[in-house]
């Protein structure tokens, strides 16, 4: 286990509603970082936390925004959700950005947007 | 554009044979590559990192080697196990800065 934990484990939402994911980090782990997974996809990079603030963002609209906390604890907010949005959210915390850090992911939690 | 692909095809082995996936990137020349296995309805979980000053890293069953020539990442599973069944993502940083990008992955299973 990677001492990672994300909640809630399965979420149901229509369209239109917003959703808030939480993640907590890894001890001594002042990176967070949320990924989106679509089915028979990899990971695809929302955005990176260090030391609260984002220090990095993928290819996606601003109505995904995030958070991070004192305690490196993190949450993703979604809002107007779409269907497309149905995916399992990813959250990894490391000691620092980049591939010369290793992620170490939570579980996930399941979105489905009906 | 900056593409990162792994074999597309499924990876159906025996029990003791050799697992090789490939890890093919465009468009960059990244400094490191990891390998992530991920099981189904779970998060991926770190393997291994090579640098791209190394030619080949080991674990135990696992080997990887990273061909900045041809932009390309092998990963060998020896002696395969059915408990090796999973998918295997390769990951890079396209652009040198904190976004981690991850190919699609590859299934393998192996039969007992």
């Known amino acids: 286990e990677t001492g990672v934990t994300q909640s809630p484990t399965h979420l149901i939402k229509t369209r239109g509603q917003q959703v808030t994911l939480r993640c907590s980090s890894q001890?001594?782990?002042?990176?967070v970082s949320w990924y989106q997974q679509a089915l028979g996809q990899g990971p695809q990079f929302i955005f990176q936390?260090?030391?609260?603030?984002?220090?990095g963002r993928g290819n996606f609209p601003p109505r995904f925004s995030g958070l991070q906390f004192p305690n490196y604890s993190s949450e993703l907010n979604v809002n107007a959700l779409e269907l497309d949005d149905s995916a399992l959210y990813l959250c990894?915390?490391?000691?620092?950005?980049?591939?010369?850090?290793?992620?170490?992911f939570g579980a996930g939690t399941r979105l489905s947007v009906l | 554009s900056q593409k990162i692909e792994q074999n597309s095809e499924a990876l159906n082995i025996q029990e003791g044979k050799t697992a090789t996936l490939t890890c093919n990137y465009t468009?960059?020349?990244?400094?490191?590559l990891q390998w992530y296995r991920q099981d189904p309805g779970r998060g991926p979980v770190f393997l291994l990192l090579?640098?791209?000053?190394?030619k080949e890293k080991r674990k135990e069953r696992l080997k990887v080697t990273f061909d900045t020539t041809l932009k390309q990442s092998l990963f060998h599973i020896t002696a395969s196990q059915p408990a090796d069944s999973a998918t295997y993502l390769c990951?890079?940083?396209?652009?040198?800065?904190?976004?981690?990008?991850f190919g699609a992955g590859t299934t393998v299973t192996v039969r007992a």
């Open positions: 001890s001594g782990h002042n990176t």
């Open positions: 936390y260090y030391r609260e603030e984002e220090n």
């Open positions: 990894a915390s490391s000691s620092g950005g980049g591939a010369k850090n290793i992620q170490y």
């Open positions: 090579i640098r791209e000053n190394e």
């Open positions: 468009n960059y020349s990244p400094a490191y």
């Open positions: 990951a890079l940083d396209m652009a040198n800065d904190y976004k981690l990008s």
